[in-house]
């Protein structure tokens, strides 16, 4: 698909594989004495963003590990934040007792993140850590750790790899901003 004449280019595919490689070791590092073959980390991908971020990260992780999916909706349209976070999808493995990564495309206001957080820690879960490939920390409304970033990004509407506007430009393998 060739990009529209609107789109900048931001990072390019070369560059996200770096960012990837990097947290797939420190992840590695942080999990080493935390995670076995009788408990696999529990890798909780949000639905649709984060399914591209995730499949590479997750190639590159050497654990035990699980993965399922949870799909929460905060955009509406376009690209502000309506505030509202929907919670779609749950996952199907039971998060009580486990140790629980979330992974993210990219962290804006902050209100999806605080909801799964609030959800896992209510469901039990042993730890739960927050795994991003991109962070607005200008656009925080909502206090959340991210204890995992590939990258912080100044304020700008960012598409391709996952991300979208309206539903386009997920397909893209390099990021761009609009
Ligand atoms: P938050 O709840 O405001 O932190 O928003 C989180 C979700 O909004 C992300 O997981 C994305 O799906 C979406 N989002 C936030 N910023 C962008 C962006 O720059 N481009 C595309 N989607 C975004
Ligand atoms: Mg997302």
Known sequence: MTPKNDLKPF???????KLVQSLSLTLEADYENKVSEENPLLVVITLKGGT??????????RMPLQIDFVRVRSYGSGTVSSGQVEFLRDTDIDPNGREVLILDEIVDSGH????????FRAKGAKSVKVCTLLNKPS????????DFCGLE???????????DCDEKYRNLKDIYYI
């Open 52 to 61: 591209f971020f995730a499949a590479d990260l997750i190639r590159s992780l």
């Open 112 to 119: 999806t993140l605080a909801m799964l957080l609030e959800h």
């Open 139 to 146: 656009r925080r409304t909502q206090t959340v750790p991210v």
């Open 11 to 17: 990072l390019t595919a070369q560059e996200i594989s």
């Open 153 to 163: 990004v100044e304020d700008k509407f960012l598409v391709g790899y996952g991300l």
